[in-house]
């Protein structure tokens, strides 16, 4: 569908992104795909909605069963994109101290020094997310959602670009929590890693039987194609990538259907909305447009929605599914025409 604004009078006004920046952009995110490609087979859906996240400038929270490559996809995406990263393994016992640092006293210098925890990284994977307490969690709602760490009354500033990507297995597993609904929240997407096609799961193999192990090829063959520079100047243009009245409408009115859709016991609040423009902007971008059209609205809606919108019980018992009732919901809303 093509949401071009109409052509002024002033033709010879520059778009908002110029045509070399775009074309820089689209070369890059070529060579993540690239890189990526050579340690996962398929899962395409996956890569796009992790590389749309990075220039959107959001954190992700990636979902699978145990095995199926989601810690492997992180760390890769970590060293790809050329940031400076730190890892932190979730368990019951891990305390807020143990993520954002301490002050500790210092014998020689007779008082209390901060020591930085390793949320103090550009790229920091949380894996295993829902194995720690809530109490845990809370240690990094204020970094992710402001970049800083306050602790007793002084405020640390993270260096930019802060992304955080967990990694968590699903509710139903062994010693796993549910995660409060503020720390969800804070994620711009949630990607569900699925089972391979039956192809791609032989193709797997095959690999492993060559004597290849995946984190072999991380460590020998993937190598980092951009960073923290580039990685800002893509965010600063997806800042300015055009969005029409139309979509706005539509992105306004699919959030707020949520909001008393059957099935759904919680709708999604304005943020969700905010995460949404973002998240189809960052697209639109990657697609080589300096302009939003419905299609990439739709594209994002799932991974923006599905962390933010709880099911009824009603729902749950009929089998229902989040993505099915959303998928629902988004067919039953008129798309805007271009102008």
Do not use: C, W
């Not at 340690?39 to 145990?66: C, K, R, Y």
């Not at 194995?131 to 800083?148: D, I, Y």
């Not at 020998?220 to 965010?235: H, I, P, W």
């Amino acid at each position: 569908m093509d949401m071009t604004p109409n052509p002024t009078p002033h033709d010879d006004v520059a778009d908002p992104i110029d045509t070399d920046p775009v074309q820089e952009t689209q070369n890059i995110i070529h060579a993540i795909r690239s890189e990526l490609s050579k340690l996962f087979i398929g899962q395409e859906h996956l890569v796009t909605g992790v590389i749309t996240a990075l220039i959107a400038n959001g954190h992700v929270l990636v979902e699978s069963l145990p095995g199926l490559g989601k810690t492997l996809l992180v760390k890769a995406v970590s060293k790809i994109v050329g940031l400076d990263s730190n890892r932190i393994q979730f368990t019951p016992d891990l305390m807020p101290s143990d993520i954002t640092g301490s002050h500790v006293f210092d014998m020689a210098e007779r008082q209390f020094v901060f020591h930085k925890g390793p949320v103090f990284t550009q790229f920091l994977l949380a894996d295993e997310f829902n194995r720690a307490p809530a109490k845990t969690h809370a240690a990094l709602l204020e970094v992710m959602q402001e970049g800083h760490v306050t602790l007793d009354g002084q405020t640390h500033v993270l260096q930019k670009p802060f992304f955080v990507m967990a990694t968590q297995n699903p509710i139903e597993n062994e010693g796993t929590y549910n995660l409060p609904e503020a720390q969800l929240d804070r994620f711009l997407f949630k990607l569900v890693l699925e089972y391979p096609e039956q192809n791609e799961e032989k193709d797997i193999l095959r690999l492993f039987l060559a004597g290849t192990s995946p984190y072999d090829v991380l460590e020998k063959d993937v190598s980092a194609v951009t960073n923290a520079e580039q990685l800002r100047a893509m965010q600063d243009q997806a800042a300015h990538v055009v969005v029409d009245d139309s979509v706005v409408d539509y992105i306004t009115n699919i959030v707020r259907q949520t909001r008393n859709y059957p099935g759904l016991y919680l709708g999604a609040s304005p943020r969700a909305s905010i995460s949404i423009l973002t998240g189809s902007r960052a697209l639109a971008l990657m697609n080589g447009r300096n302009f939003v059209v419905p299609d990439d609205v739709r594209d994002v809606v799932l991974m923006s929605l599905r962390h933010r919108v709880i099911l009824s019980p009603e729902a749950e018992i009929e089998g229902k599914t989040v993505d099915n009732l959303l998928e629902q919901l988004i067919q039953s809303i008129e798309v805007p025409r271009g102008r």
